[in-house]
């Protein structure tokens, strides 16, 4: 099992760029989240999936976008990017809406 | 809206000393406490979790302390040592029952055990 993957673990882009972030899972989990994470803010929920086809914004969603086509994949969007993505995104699947994250290695991503 | 405040935001502690960290929460709907544990340039981990029909839970050196009262949970590193250095964050939820809510997190605490 490779768990959760992510891909790139890097990525530098300008200002108004877009970008999609990759996000794969082979557990078979029904629940797949993405968090940004920030010096001193902790890990804060972007948007989640509890299955194929659902998604739902989390407490910072504004700038980006999600789909959940197959119960593995769960990309995420970043339309035009902006100085206040810099963060590290960290994907993360689970049984339970609440229950054990398992997270990526995550993506440290730089716009300048 | 913080509704999980942690603390101390860093944390220095020599080789044997026991590593306290602290978190308070708002909603008492809350039903699950885990701790999640992260080492530089990796995902969180989790570490040890409690719910709150229960005032401690022990996992090795790692204990967790809950006052359902005070809505207050706190992690205990007994005999710490060099390789717990990580961020520890604290986090909560409504995980049980007909209505789960999404964990919310605490703002992390770096831990620091010096040799």
């Known amino acids: 099992n490779a768990g959760v993957t992510q891909t790139p673990k890097f990525q530098v882009l300008k200002t108004g760029q877009s970008m999609t972030l990759q996000c794969a899972q082979d557990?078979?989990?029904?629940?797949m989240s993405w968090y940004r994470q920030d010096p001193g803010m902790g890990l804060r929920l972007i948007h989640y999936?509890?299955?194929?086809?659902?998604?739902d914004q989390g407490e910072v969603p504004n700038g980006y976008n999600v789909s959940r086509s197959t119960t593995e994949d769960f990309p995420l969007r970043l339309l035009s990017a902006a100085p206040s993505q810099t963060s590290v995104y960290f994907c993360?699947?689970?049984?339970?809406?609440?229950?054990?994250?398992?997270f990526g290695p995550g993506t440290r991503l730089t716009v300048l | 809206q913080q509704q999980v405040k942690q603390s101390p935001q860093s944390l220095i502690v020599q080789k044997g000393g026991i590593s306290i960290i602290n978190c308070a929460y708002e909603?008492?709907?809350?039903?699950?406490f885990p701790w999640y544990q992260q080492f530089p340039g990796k995902g969180p981990a989790l570490l040890i979790a409690?719910?709150?029909?229960?005032s401690e839970k022990k996992e090795g050196r790692f204990t967790i302390s809950f006052n359902k009262s005070a809505k207050q949970f706190s992690l205990h590193i007994m005999d710490s040592q060099p390789g717990d250095s990580a961020t520890y964050f604290c986090?909560?939820?409504?995980?049980?029952?007909?209505?789960?809510?999404?964990?919310?997190f605490g703002k992390g605490t770096k831990l620091s055990v010096k040799p």
């Open positions: 999936s509890v299955g194929a086809g659902i998604t």
């Open positions: 409690i719910r709150p029909d229960v």
């Open positions: 993360a699947s689970s049984t339970r809406l609440a229950g054990e994250q398992f």
């Open positions: 557990m078979n989990h029904e629940y």
């Open positions: 986090a909560a939820s409504r995980n049980y029952g007909g209505s789960q809510g999404n964990l919310i």
């Open positions: 909603n008492t709907a809350f039903d699950y």
